[in-house]
């Protein structure tokens, strides 16, 4: 199972960026898959939750209206696109399988996490 996150970046307040997730090595399209995301000396916290087939999405409440997840389960692919980036939007941007009964906004629900990507928004 691998999960590499990409498309992080140096931004300024207001403005986008996408995050990728390519995943590979299981069966991409039986699995939930979600965005979380660890600022400096905060915990992971939860930011973006798609099911398997796309038709259920939630958010952080802090980031709806700004953030979209999708996927393409054919590229099996999942993304996060950010706009009206904030500087508390800084962090290390994760996504996550999802392989438990956990709360869809626990941790403890996903694994195989990768190494994330940077995203630093400057003010």
């Known amino acids: 199972v691998q999960l590499q996150a990409s498309g992080g970046g140096l931004i300024e307040a207001g403005g986008s960026l996408r995050l990728s997730c390519a995943a590979s090595?299981?069966?991409?399209?039986?699995?939930?898959m979600a965005w979380f995301r660890r600022a400096p000396g905060k915990e992971r916290e939860f930011v973006a939750y798609?099911?398997?087939?796309?038709?259920?999405?939630y958010y952080l409440e802090a980031v709806k209206g700004r953030f979209t997840i999708s996927r393409d389960n054919a590229k099996t692919t999942v993304f996060l696109q950010m706009n009206s980036l904030k500087p508390e939007d800084t962090a290390v941007y994760f996504c996550?399988?999802?392989?438990?009964?956990?709360?869809?906004?626990?941790?403890?629900?996903?694994?195989?996490w990768g190494q994330g990507t940077q995203v630093t928004v400057s003010s």
């Open positions: 996550g399988r999802r392989e438990t009964n956990h709360d869809y906004t626990d941790r403890r629900a996903y694994s195989n």
């Open positions: 090595g299981f069966y991409f399209y039986n699995y939930d």
């Open positions: 798609i099911s398997w087939d796309g038709n259920r999405v």
